[in-house]
Structure formats: C-alpha cells, structure tokens
C-alpha cells in the first residue's frame, strides 16, 4: 500500500546504527547503493549482521508484453520504449545488474535476500531469517 515516490538517501541512516547487532537494508537498490555498500563493509567487519533485501517488483523480472512504453513510477519523465528486441534485452542486462548487486553485498560480508512483490511480508521474513544453512 505504499507508493513510490523519489529516492531517500539511506547510506547516512546506517551510520546512526552502530550499536545495533543486526541491520536491515529494505530497497530497491536503485538510489544511493554505493554509499551503502561502502558503510555496509565496516559494518559487517566488526561482526554486524547486515541484510540486503532487495525488492523487486514482478514487472520487472516479467515486463508487460501488450505495453509498448513504459514510464518508471518514481520519475514520470523517464520512458523508454519495450519491443521484443528491448525486452530480451532489458532481461538480460536487470539479470546482470541483480547477480553484480548480490556479489557486491556478499563480499562485504552481508547476507543479500530477493523480495518478490506479492511474496507475502509473513513468508518473506520467515524464509530471510532461517539460519543460513537452511536457506
């Protein structure tokens, strides 16, 4: 129920957390996601636990195929065009961006989740806080 709108800068926030054991990023990832990264390192080496969930609408894994523009819903000025050839292409390079994005929390020592829209928040928690070897 909530709507999008602009880009907060997080990064700041977590450096406000430092007695905190355990920190839970929520994000789409696309604003200030080098800050964090780099806030996020420190953190996980003096043994902070620190989650990336990273939410994903279902759009974006499986664009429309009847649109031929899309708008993006936090900047109505952004178009772009979505015919098969863009499509295939844009799958190609959001699947690129996802797998760097995950390799970059992991190598800071972070644990980094996919959150599906329409995943129920019950199941999303449940499944991001098993113990690792459960997942």
């Known amino acids: 129920g909530v709507a999008p709108t602009g880009t907060a800068v997080l ?3 977590l450096l406000s957390l430092r007695s905190s054991g ?3 990023i929520v994000s789409d990832f696309l ?3 080098d800050s964090l990264l780099a806030i996020a390192g420190p953190l996980c080496a003096q043994g902070k636990e620190v989650y990336a969930v990273h939410v994903i609408h279902t759009t ?5 195929r009847d649109a031929s523009l899309f708008t993006d819903p936090e900047d109505a000025h952004f178009k772009r065009p979505m015919m098969d ?13 996802c797998d760097e994005l995950a390799r970059s ?3 800071r ?3 980094y989740v996919r959150v599906v829209t329409g995943e129920p928040a019950a199941s999303a928690v ?4 098993l113990p690792s070897g459960a997942r």
């Open 11 to 13: 990064g700041p926030h």
């Open 22 to 24: 355990r920190v839970a």
């Open 31 to 33: 604003g200030d996601t």
């Open 60 to 64: 974006e894994l499986d664009p429309p």
């Open 85 to 97: 050839q863009t499509r295939a292409k844009y799958l190609a390079r959001f699947g690129d961006w």
């Open 105 to 107: 929390w992991r190598m």
């Open 109 to 111: 020592g972070a644990y």
């Open 126 to 129: 449940r499944r991001i806080t």
